[in-house]
């Protein structure tokens, strides 16, 4: 099998358009037309992470964190990082990276943990802006299912909880096909008027090239007539942080003693009213300061995050209970989660989860 693959199938979960601008997921080192003998899956890839891929066999390691994370201008192994680097591409280990992608993921690292927590009713926290457009094009009517069921098949039409979503207008088309023209209707240097189909789709931007080339093969026409607008709605399929509830109240401190038994925390910064009752929960996974604007505007009971500032603890003025319960711990599933799809997907495949712990936080 190759990497390739697997990292269709990861990709297939989470695209690298959801990613960050600042991030750098994706292959980093190796070919994805490898043979893939053996996966390793880690929070952090370390000199311990990378010997043991090698011991296990394993030459494509899948991180979550990216080990190259800035622009780099010499590669001397001087540099954090940059020996473990070397090493793999001296012994031809593949890294892959998947980090705010899968954050931003419907189904990825924060419904995961939410999950976990017995969540339900869930939500994106944080849904994109700007990330659907809307294709237009015109069709005979005879060849209008054909054309909308492949721009369907091709990732269009999706809306909330509703797929195949389209919106169709009959009428006329006009048009005069010069003498160079091979007109699929009508004659050379005649105008004609065709009976057509206007349909409109709306679909996430990083498919338009995919949706434009399935409209080509499948459109009859020569020359295919269609225009693609920017949208500005917010969109649901991805984005950061997710909210949900409980299926029950619980006191603040219940629920948080049992967030500390599924991470196996030691203990919690928090702020807010520890025994005020809880049912609406809001979580991002990783650094999620930036998010508790929206987990107030949401009206959320709790928030659970981390690299929480001293100062960021005042923001919430007592409307919730804002809980810092740390970057490894909140992001230490993304093992589990990983593996569980790809297992999924390869059950007869050697597929690891590092044995490494690569916390670099000690609790005394």
């Not at 793999?88 to 419904?111: C, M, P």
């Not at 969540?119 to 209008?144: G, S």
């Not at 029950?248 to 928090?270: A, L, M, N, S």
């Not at 690299?307 to 005042?314: A, Q």
Request: include cysteine.
């Amino acid at each position: 099998m190759r990497i390739k693959e697997i990292t269709d199938c990861l990709e297939n979960l989470a695209p690298l358009a959801f990613q960050e601008d600042y991030d750098n997921a994706g292959l980093l080192t190796g070919d994805v037309q490898m043979d893939c003998a053996g996966i390793l899956i880690t929070l952090d890839i370390s000199m311990e992470v990378m010997e043991e891929a090698l011991q296990n066999g394993c030459n494509l390691i899948i991180s979550h964190h990216p080990l190259v994370f800035k622009p780099m201008k010499k590669l001397t192994g001087n540099l954090p990082g940059q020996h473990v680097l070397i090493k793999a591409i001296k012994n031809d280990i593949a890294i892959y990276s998947i980090h705010t992608n899968i954050d931003n993921a419907s189904h990825g690292l924060n419904r995961f943990v939410a999950e976990k927590l017995r969540l339900i009713n869930l939500d994106i926290l944080q849904p994109k802006e700007a990330f659907l457009a809307k294709l237009v094009t015109y069709c005979p009517v005879a060849y209008a299912d054909k054309v909308r069921n492949a721009l369907f098949d091709a990732g269009a039409g999706n809306i909330g909880n509703y797929d195949q979503c389209s919106y169709n207008l009959s009428g006329q088309g006009t048009f005069r096909a010069s003498g160079a023209a091979n007109p699929f209707v009508g004659e050379r240097n005649k105008l004609h008027t065709e009976d057509e189909i206007r349909m409109e789709l709306v679909f996430p931007v990083y498919l338009e090239q995919k949706l434009v080339a399935a409209l080509l093969k499948n459109h009859p026409y020569e020359e295919v007539a269609y225009d693609i607008y920017p949208l500005k709605n917010l969109w649901n399929g991805a984005g950061s942080g997710i909210i949900g509830e409980l299926p029950e109240t619980e006191k603040g401190q219940d629920f948080i003693d049992r967030v500390k038994f599924i991470t196996g925390i030691p203990v919690v910064r928090y702020s807010g009213e520890i025994d005020r009752n809880v049912k609406k929960v809001a979580i991002c996974t990783g650094s999620g300061s930036f998010l508790i604007p929206d987990a107030l505007m949401k009206n959320a009971d709790i928030y659970l995050t981390s690299d929480i500032k001293y100062h960021d603890f005042f923001e919430p003025r007592d409307r919730m209970i804002l809980a810092d319960i740390g970057h490894y711990e909140s992001e230490q599933f993304v093992k589990e989660l990983i593996s569980s799809i790809l297992i999924e997907k390869f059950p007869n495949f050697a597929i690891l989860s590092s044995k490494k712990n690569t916390n670099p936080v000690n609790y005394y």
